[in-house]
């Protein structure tokens, strides 16, 4: 009986004394790029599965589609800190729900070529610019439960505006006493999320509305 031929002789065995599986033909396209790889299975059929595109990744086997979109830029939030924000927000559109008192106004085009070149940055930045303001006086009650309204009406904000607000408007929250440091936080959110319909439903201000009261806005 002759024995088998080993690689090292130069040779390799025949086909039918190796496994199936061990043997791969790849189909090449003119550019060159493997499409696919078909390997015989232990059975006798052929598995194709796709090659690597570009950079390694394999393509999408369901949708075929690219990677996802980047999802939209959301809007600045910014701060107001001056008094003068206070009370043109003070004169506009307000709402006023259980948990506190929103005031809200679109900003005039003629306040930003005034502004300053770091304000105008903001503005135009993707996404645009929400400026928010929080008035909670000596009517919410002593330090204690004036700077708890407050940081429960900025956490409300923060959560509610980037999605409900709209860039160019300003917002001031009031808080009222007892009801914005003991409602539920989420009883909090829902009543944000109530106010800003319906101040963007309002127009704007009738003339003679009433204005600020005396001594409003800009306390913090």
Aim: some cysteine; aromatic content about 4%.
């Amino acid at each position: 009986m002759t024995p088998p031929v080993t690689p090292e002789a130069g040779r390799w065995p025949d086909a039918d004394r190796v496994a199936p599986a061990v043997f791969a033909w790849a189909d090449v396209t003119s550019t060159g790029d493997a499409v696919c790889a078909t390997a015989p299975s232990a059975g006798g059929s052929d598995a194709t599965t796709p090659a690597a595109g570009p950079g390694g990744d394999s393509p999408d086997p369901v949708s075929g589609d690219g990677p996802d979109a980047p999802p939209p830029e959301r809007p600045r939030l910014e701060t107001l800190r001056k008094r003068a924000d206070f009370l043109r927000a003070a004169r506009a559109g307000r709402a006023r729900v259980d948990a506190f008192t929103l005031q809200a106004r679109r900003r005039d085009p003629e306040e930003l070529s005034k502004s300053a070149p770091a304000e105008q940055a903001a503005e135009e930045a993707p996404g645009g610019l929400i400026r928010v303001g929080y008035t909670c006086s000596k009517k919410v009650g002593n330090a204690v439960a004036r700077n708890r309204a407050k940081r429960r009406l900025r956490e409300a904000a923060r959560k509610v505006l980037p999605v409900l607000g709209r860039p160019g408007w300003d917002y001031v929250l009031i808080g009222r006493r007892d009801e914005t440091a003991a409602l539920p936080f989420e009883r909090l959110v829902e009543e944000l999320e109530r106010a800003l319909h319906r101040a963007h439903r309002a127009g704007p201000p009738a003339p003679g509305a009433r204005g600020p009261r005396r001594g409003a806005g800009g306390r913090k």
